[in-house]
């Protein structure tokens, strides 16, 4: 087969399974970009695409194929497609001066070697394992595309042998095209959480909405009412799955703002900002997060290449939309003679709220630090849990007026979607200046009264929990300061990650920073920890008792069953760690009880039980969270 261009996106878009520019037994592979790609053998009743160099403008053309006129609508940024007459055959020519092309077909016909209800076969297979896979599904869009596809089905036992004839002819022109929505997978592998490439999100998104247009093309071209409502059934489908992921796309915080440094936004006008402060030669940490938000539709205006091609996806899949209600008002008004509900038309918000998310290893690795300074030099920078672990150096202390050093470090980030850059000041010491102390304390909600449970020095060995939140305060020169961002008498600092096994972990030279609001500066410690798992010891592998009379088993897959006591399967989901206050604090002296103050070993949320949130306590019990576990709460969660 004689191809005019090949792309990479075609390249993708083959691997993906659904390519439908090619006869069957055609695919490109040497053709260079910049030129017009189009199989040079196609079939009877079938919709062809033209991929163009550029983007095409308009939804419609005209044009000429053997002489008479012809039909073309876009499918695609930069796709149209048309489709071959039935009543043609053999060698001819496509003319379509609005876009400059005069492209050479050889027609074959289009050939059943099986009865209509053999060669329709793997489609309604293939429909029937769709509605299948939905089943379960609680949306407007499943609810629409199962409306459609029993309407289809009832409408199909209506047709005459002559229809089903013509039904399976135009399917089988099609079948790669059609085969590719309903079977296949249009994003090739969604990623199950938001930190995903996003070069690769962004092809996935426009191969879904590509394989969108190419159904909804079908029903335009289509002249026969019995082919749009078959073109029809295969668009409804490419649209629901274009719009869980346009859903999981536009929830996916891809919109990137800015960074903070120890809980503080970094400066991108470069204006005044608390100092964070390091002392020469000393590896230092501090808490790495990012400013982002979703996507909205004022974004798109941005310059960036990413946003640029989503909006343009983002454009046909709105277009495609309209054009599907035209044909589902068509077929219920003269095929189906029903009441299909029409395709919603997705509006995306113009402003999306801003939120703080953890810094994670793929955002770090795209972001270029420096420090700005000539006689400073950064080294061994590095990102594990949640912060980021540099040394700065003052090359030629003599150099250095005083006993410090101001500079800024420098950041830049860059990817598809975003591009910002901004600085941190930092102030260098030549050598430590400071004498500061740890504190561990309990919890109150009165930070004034909570107690000190321990004092640290500096490469102290400590025990605690894994993934719990302890209460610290500083003391400089023997005397507390204000700490953390609201300048309290205390903050709290989560310790360890996520526990994937009863075992402890030993993090020798562990390096975290506590701010002293006081003299506005960041403090570096240094513990020798052990961190205990007993929270996943007692949970993972047990059945725990919810108000006598649902038995729930945590597994160590991060998943929970439950059966209630009748013997009945209960729900179950998956169930996730969170980082939990090591010290407890629930009063339920006002529903008759006392102070809970029990120490906590971990803490996960079970959404779909009554305890959605299971405190896993030191000494092997299991709690609800706040007054849920007062007993003479109304709304008491007992757990055993």
């Not at 309407?151 to 209506?158: L, P, Q, R, V």
């Not at 993934?467 to 020169?477: A, I, R």
């Not at 513990?527 to 945590?554: C, K, Q, R």
């Amino acid at each position: 087969m004689k191809f005019l261009k090949f792309s990479l996106v075609l390249l993708i878009f083959t691997a993906a399974g659904f390519f439908y520019s090619c006869s069957k037994d055609d695919s490109p592979s040497t053709e260079e970009e910049g030129e017009v790609v189009t199989p040079s053998e196609v079939y009877q009743s079938q919709v062809v695409s033209i991929e163009m160099p550029n983007a095409v403008p308009e939804q419609q053309y005209t044009g000429t194929l053997g002489g008479n006129a012809i039909q073309l609508v876009r499918s695609g940024e930069n796709v149209v497609m048309f489709k071959v007459p039935v009543t043609l055959l053999g060698e001819t020519h496509l003319v379509v001066a609005d876009l400059g092309l005069d492209l050479p077909y050889n027609v074959n016909e289009t050939v059943l070697t099986a009865t209509p209800e053999q060669e329709l076969a793997p489609l309604f297979t293939d429909v029937a394992d769709f509605s299948e896979s939905i089943s379960n599904e609680q949306s407007e869009e499943a609810d629409i595309v199962n409306q459609y596809i029993d309407s289809f089905n009832a409408y199909y036992n209506t047709l005459t042998d002559a229809e089903k004839e013509q039904l399976a002819i135009s399917y089988k022109a099609n079948s790669e095209l059609f085969n590719g929505i309903v079977a296949g997978d249009l994003t090739a592998g969604r990623p199950m959480d938001i930190n995903f490439n996003i070069d690769t999100q962004l092809l996935k998104h426009k191969l879904a909405v590509l394989a969108f247009g190419g159904g909804v093309a079908f029903v335009v071209l289509a002249p026969d009412p019995l082919e749009k409502s078959l073109g029809a059934l295969v668009a409804v489908i490419a649209w629901k799955k274009s719009k869980d992921y346009l859903t999981e796309f536009m929830s996916a915080k891809l919109k990137k703002l800015n960074v903070l440094f120890q809980s503080v936004a970094g400066d991108l006008d470069r204006g005044n900002m608390e100092n964070l402060t390091f002392t020469s030669g000393e590896q230092e940490s501090f808490s790495f997060d990012v400013q982002g938000r979703d996507i909205a539709s004022g974004d798109e205006g941005s310059s960036t290449g990413g946003l640029t091609t989503f909006f343009n996806s983002h454009g046909i899949f709105t277009g495609a939309v309209t054009q599907l209600n035209n044909a589902i008002e068509f077929v219920n008004d003269n095929l189906f003679f029903s009441n299909i509900s029409l395709i919603p038309v997705y509006t995306m918000p113009s402003n999306q709220p801003t939120e703080v998310l953890d810094g994670d290893s793929a955002f770090f690795d795209a972001m270029q630090l420096s420090v700005a300074h000539s006689n400073v030099t950064m080294s061994d920078v590095s990102f594990s849990n949640g912060a980021i672990s540099m040394k700065l150096t003052i090359d030629d202390p003599d150099a250095v007026n005083g006993d410090s050093l101001e500079t800024t470090i420098d950041y830049a980030y860059q990817d598809e979607l975003n591009s910002f850059s901004g600085s941190f000041p930092i102030e260098i010491f030549k050598e430590e200046q400071f004498n500061y102390e740890l504190r561990i304390g309990n919890y109150n909600p009165d930070y004034d009264l909570i107690e000190t449970q321990m004092t640290l020095q500096q490469g102290d060995a400590v025990t605690f929990g894994n993934y719990t939140k302890q209460m610290v305060s500083l003391l400089l020169d023997g005397e507390p300061v204000a700490v953390g961002g609201n300048a309290l008498p205390w903050t709290s600092v989560t310790f360890g990650d996520v526990p994937v096994s009863a075992e402890p972990v030993i993090m020798n030279d562990y390096t975290f920073s506590v701010y002293d609001a006081t003299n506005q500066r960041s403090v570096n410690f240094t513990l020798d920890l052990t961190l205990t798992n007993n929270g996943y010891a007692t949970l993972v592998g047990a059945t725990v008792t919810i108000n006598n009379y649902l038995d729930v088993t945590f597994h160590a897959n991060g998943t929970y069953t439950s059966v209630y006591e009748d013997g009945s399967t209960g729900p179950s989901n998956s169930y996730t760690w969170l980082p939990t206050g090591a010290y407890g604090w629930t009063d339920c002296t006002p529903y008759g009880g006392e102070i809970l103050d029990d120490m906590v070993a971990g803490g996960v949320h079970a959404p779909g039980i009554a305890a959605n949130y299971v405190s896993i306590l030191e000494n092997g019990t299991f709690s609800a969270n706040s007054t849920y576990a007062c007993e003479g709460f109304s709304g008491y969660i007992s757990i055993e």
